[in-house]
């Protein structure tokens, strides 16, 4: 986007310097990239005149441009001659959209171009050099010329695609006052034509039709804007459409009347219908494309590009000015799949303000006919013009939540105000409409983006309270559980925060949470589980030949459409055997003990107990267990569900571990001091009868809570010995504090006896 700083004082009463204003636009979200101080053609005096030894029409002259130094230049004016003060135009400048440059003329150098009156945009005069007062200072500019601001928009402000919507953004930010322009609507004039809209694409469609014009130059204001952002001016017609595209970005096209034939029809294209367009480009349409039509065909490609016939030429007499609003999807498909972009095209992708096409349309007919002259004969309207349906419930205490920043309500609603938005209040509810050219500010958080921006990115460091954040904390408590497991053997992965609903499905009954339009068919939901992108890494990798992984992941995975419907999961896997064949020692498969040992690491030493029950889909109903602490769930651990291997075709061994949410995991305690006892340690063996179905680890967990000097537990054999029972042995280790004796023993190894079959509804086994 490229404009003038006395364009933007139209809209702007500043005394800041082009300088200060791409710097405020550029901490305000548009970057400047270029300041470009164009070169002003001067007064220079012709001090020595020749004939071109191999021209019969050209001169070599040597003119005084008050630099000390006589420069050549070539010139084939018919007025030049010895004493003439004329304009000079040096390498750099820019005249009718052509940069000047030295370079030879039929053999001879011309360091520049001396230039006519119509070449400076002054007159119509082209019959030869202008000529100057004869007090003109030598070397002094002969027109003013404006800086040009060069700036890349990002995709989310379309209003900073008018030169108005960049002024309030200024004015918001201090920089000055804001013009607001005289806007007008042009009178209804009942013409013979009018518009038929057979497309939903078009919600308005407004024209006007003016006779009798003669077409001329536009006025030097609009030609040397023009100019000066690389538009070559032709005449005001066309001129004032592309004036208005930049100065309110409402793009618009002008048709010569005479060569359209009956009323103007918005319609679909039909599929294979062709149309050449005004480059002399023929395009195949499709019934996805939205063209402007009459009785005889397609005149031109909506939003996108005008037809070759209905064009304006020089001898163009009668004219109608289109103005209309159009889907920004549709054309942007249509742009994209013939391969024309245009100035058009590119405003109505991002989103124009829908309301302005009459006001358009006003300001160039004003234009054209200041220029050419003409008479309004008629003027139409299809559609209606869209009304404002955004209302934003916004409350002033989301700013500091989001930001952590003061900002009194008070100053927040004049931030707004300036903006162009309308504030009401309802006690701490406001309920604030956006301006309509503001197509981008839908939700809450825009409004605090607003605010921020505006406020200043620079200052918030300046008065910002800087404390350590939850989310801070968060990031220091998930990096120590990373460190965890990767000290375990494991390899941190990365996947995306998509997931695969048929995968999904598979693994749990969680509702998916499908994406409107997924990037790819795979990846069609915000993901509710971690380990289904873990399971097509081992898919991978087990074609790849490598079956053995040790990888985790910790990251967000998706309750709900809604921002706070998430939550933080950590998902581990070990596949395939424990290390590679050795003729040293013999490898094993990874079981679920090894991944049950992974969150035992994670609970810190805390007390848990192990439950059977209610296997989720994803684990063998028979290879799992739960991580409880009471009735609390904290983690799970299994083997793949061998239907589920099936289905997604892994024929290597999966061993899972689940902590469903982080804030369930216990945070790490001061562990306890290791006991560092003066005497030996102790062991005694156990064995007792329970039923079949009572789980190993009650068993010893109840066996260790029978004394403090109990530190250690390990189960050494169990067999089923029919009639729904089944024999557990475990070894405990003893850690004496002070000598023990015989007696002290067996009063220890009684008290295990009695609790575990008290509360096990065990019995010791003799034999």
């Known amino acids: 986007m490229k404009w003038t700083y006395d364009w933007l004082k139209d809209y702007l009463k500043t005394d800041a310097d082009a300088s200060r204003v791409a710097d405020t636009l550029t901490r305000t979200g ?6 470009i101080e164009p070169v002003a053609p001067i007064a220079a005096k012709i001090v020595e005149c020749k004939a071109h030894e191999n021209s019969d029409h050209l001169h070599v002259l040597k003119v005084d441009d008050g630099s000390g130094t006589l420069r050549q230049v070539v010139c084939g004016a018919p007025n030049a001659r010895v004493g003439l003060i004329s304009a000079l135009a040096r390498p750099g400048c820019v005249i009718e959209g052509h940069e000047i440059q ?8 011309s360091d520049g171009m001396m230039c006519s009156g119509r070449e400076l945009g002054i007159n119509e005069d082209h019959s030869g050099i202008i000529e100057l007062p004869e007090d003109t200072k030598i070397g002094s500019p002969v027109i003013n010329t404006e800086t040009v601001f060069d700036a890349g928009i990002t995709p989310n402000r379309p209003d900073y695609l008018a030169v108005r919507g960049i002024a309030r953004d200024l004015a918001a930010c201090g920089l000055g006052e804001y013009i607001a322009p005289k806007d007008e609507i042009l009178s209804p004039v009942k013409g013979a034509r009018k518009v038929n809209i057979e497309t939903d694409k078009c919600p308005v469609y407004q024209f006007c039709e003016i006779h009798d014009i003669k077409i001329a130059p536009s006025s030097s204001t609009v030609k040397s804007r023009l100019a000066a952002i690389g538009i070559n001016p032709k005449n005001a017609p066309i001129d004032a459409t592309n004036y208005i595209c930049y100065d309110m970005s409402q793009p618009m096209h002008c048709f010569d009347a005479d060569e359209i034939e009956g009323d103007i029809t918005v319609r679909n294209a039909k599929n294979g219908e062709k149309f050449t367009d005004l480059f002399g480009s023929e395009h195949e349409l499709s019934d996805a494309d939205v063209v402007i039509a009459d009785e005889k065909g397609i005149l031109a490609l909506a939003g996108v590009v005008g037809g070759a016939r209905g064009m304006t030429t020089d001898n163009t007499k009668n004219i109608i000015l289109e103005s209309a609003y159009f889907n920004p999807v549709s054309v942007r498909k249509t742009s994209k799949r013939i391969g024309v972009s245009t100035d058009s095209s590119y405003r109505y992708e991002r989103g124009i303000d829908p309301t302005i096409t009459g006001i358009a349309l006003s300001k160039a007919a004003k234009i054209i006919m200041e220029a050419c002259g003409g008479k309004i004969v008629g003027t139409g309207i299809g559609g209606e013009i869209p009304k404002e349906s955004r209302a934003i419930k916004y409350s002033p205490d989301l700013f500091k939540k989001k930001t952590g920043i003061e900002m009194d309500a008070s100053h927040q609603r004049e931030i707004l105000e300036k903006l162009g938005f309308s504030v009401s209040e309802d006690k701490a509810v406001w309920t604030i409409v956006p301006t309509s050219a503001r197509v981008d500010v839908e939700l809450p958080e825009n409004i605090v983006s607003e605010l921020i921006r505006v406020y200043g990115y620079d200052n918030i460091s300046k008065v910002a309270k800087h404390t350590a954040s939850d989310a801070a904390k968060h990031i220091d408590y998930y990096m120590s559980i990373k460190k965890e497991l990767v000290a375990r053997g494991l390899n941190e992965a990365k996947s995306f925060g998509f997931g695969n609903s048929k995968i999904e499905s598979l693994l749990s009954d969680k509702p998916s949470i ?61 596949s395939g055997n424990t290390s590679p064949k050795h003729w040293q020692r013999r490898n094993r498969a990874y079981d679920i003990y090894d991944v049950k040992a992974d969150l035992i690491a994670l609970m810190h030493g805390q007390n848990f107990t192990v439950c ?38 892994i024929k290597t061994s999966v061993m899972i571990a689940i902590v469903e949410d982080t804030e369930n995991l216990p945070k790490a305690k001061k562990s306890k001091e290791p006991v560092i006892s003066d005497f030996q ?7 007792f009868i329970v039923d079949s179905e009572f789980s190993a680890e009650k068993l010893t967990s109840v066996a260790v809570s029978s004394d403090n000097r109990i530190q250690d537990v390990i189960v050494f054999d169990a067999f089923d010995m029919g009639d729904g029972k089944k024999s557990i042995a475990f070894t405990i280790t003893i850690i004496p504090t002070e000598n023990m004796s015989d007696e002290d023993l067996l009063k220890l190894q009684d008290k295990v006896i009695e609790n575990v079959e008290k509360k096990c509804n065990a019995k010791i086994r003799d034999k």
């Open 102 to 109: 030295s370079g030879k003329l039929r053999g001879v150098l």
């Open 612 to 649: 059977a029950d209610n296997a989720p889909l994803w684990a063998h109903p028979f290879r799992y267990g739960a991580i409880m602490q009471g009735k609390k769930k904290i983690a799970e651990f299994g083997e793949l569900h061998p239907s589920v291997a099936h289905s997604l075709k």
């Open 514 to 574: 499908n994406i409107a339009n997924p990037i790819v068919n795979t990846m069609d939901t915000a993901r509710n589980n971690l380990l289904g992108s873990l399971l097509e890494f081992v898919v991978e990798n087990e074609k790849r030949g490598l079956p053995d992984l040790n990888i985790f992941e910790l990251g967000t995975v998706f309750d709900g459409d809604m921002p706070e419907q998430q939550h933080t999961q950590i998902c581990i896997i070990r």
């Open 30 to 35: 548009l970057e400047v990239e270029d300041l």
């Open 681 to 687: 340690p102790i062991t005694r063996d156990f064995a």
